[in-house]
């Protein structure tokens, strides 16, 4: 079965890096859209990034542009997020989701200091 | 950017009973290939989000056929024809269809 598994997450502090994870499985992963979403404690849920099936193209929700990179290996199944310049709002669970679903379990990265 | 409205913000159902969730948009979701990219997912308590219905209508697998999906353009209604306890989470509805991608506030149900 589809199976999407996030790691990479961790405590930070403010204006370090971090990059995220996530390992796919149980479907033809080259041709699929793929995004994060992240979610602070106790907030709704906010798109953050997506990724073209062959990574032609990536778009950023404005709060991450220039900050967090999307990226994928199609050859190992692998999608990316590298997170730069981390501030304490960016504090959340980060889902990993194929486009129209489903979605990973989360990592959770905590920023501060 | 897009705005998504979802309401009510929350409701309480008994089981059983209908239950209905809309979702208004600030633009069209129809897209120029006949497709409507809106989606409903629902978070139940400590769990990731799962995808309900994706493309307005569609249900994703292994999703009871009691959810449905309707609307166009810019209105959309989530229908779940008979509650049982599992609904119990928040809903969101999520457009797809202009950069940047967007969900809805959310949608609490609980169970009388």
């Known amino acids: 079965q589809v199976q999407l598994v996030e790691s990479g997450g961790g405590v930070v502090q403010p204006g370090t890096s971090l990059r995220l994870s996530c390992a796919a499985s149980?479907?033809?992963?080259?041709?699929?859209?793929m995004h994060w979403v992240r979610q602070a404690p106790g907030k709704g849920l906010e798109w953050a990034a997506v990724?073209?099936?062959?990574?032609?193209?990536?778009y950023y929700e404005d709060s991450v542009k220039g900050r967090f990179s999307i990226s994928r290996d199609n050859s190992k199944n692998t999608l990316y997020l590298q997170m730069n310049s981390l501030r304490v709002e960016d504090t959340a669970v980060y889902y990993c989701?194929?486009?129209?679903?489903?979605w990973g379990q989360g990592t959770l990265v905590t920023v501060s200091s | 950017d897009v705005v998504m409205t979802q309401t009510p913000l929350s409701l309480s159902v008994t089981p059983g009973q209908p239950a209905s969730i809309s979702c208004k948009s600030s633009?069209?979701?129809?897209?120029?290939?006949?497709?409507?990219?809106l989606y409903w997912y629902l978070q139940r308590p400590g769990q990731s989000p799962q995808v309900l219905i994706y493309?307005?209508?569609n249900r994703f697998s292994g999703v009871p056929d009691r959810f449905s999906g309707s609307g166009s353009g810019t209105d959309f209604t989530l229908k779940i024809s008979r509650v049982e306890a599992e609904d119990v989470g928040i809903y969101y509805c999520?457009?797809?269809?202009?950069?940047?991608?967007?969900f809805g506030q959310g949608t609490t149900l609980e169970i009388k």
């Open positions: 989701a194929r486009h129209g679903g489903p």
């Open positions: 149980g479907f033809t992963f080259s041709t699929h859209a």
């Open positions: 990724i073209w099936n062959d990574g032609s193209k990536r």
């Open positions: 633009q069209s979701l129809l897209h120029g290939d006949g497709k409507t990219y």
């Open positions: 493309e307005l209508s």
């Open positions: 999520m457009q797809t269809m202009h950069l940047p991608y967007n």
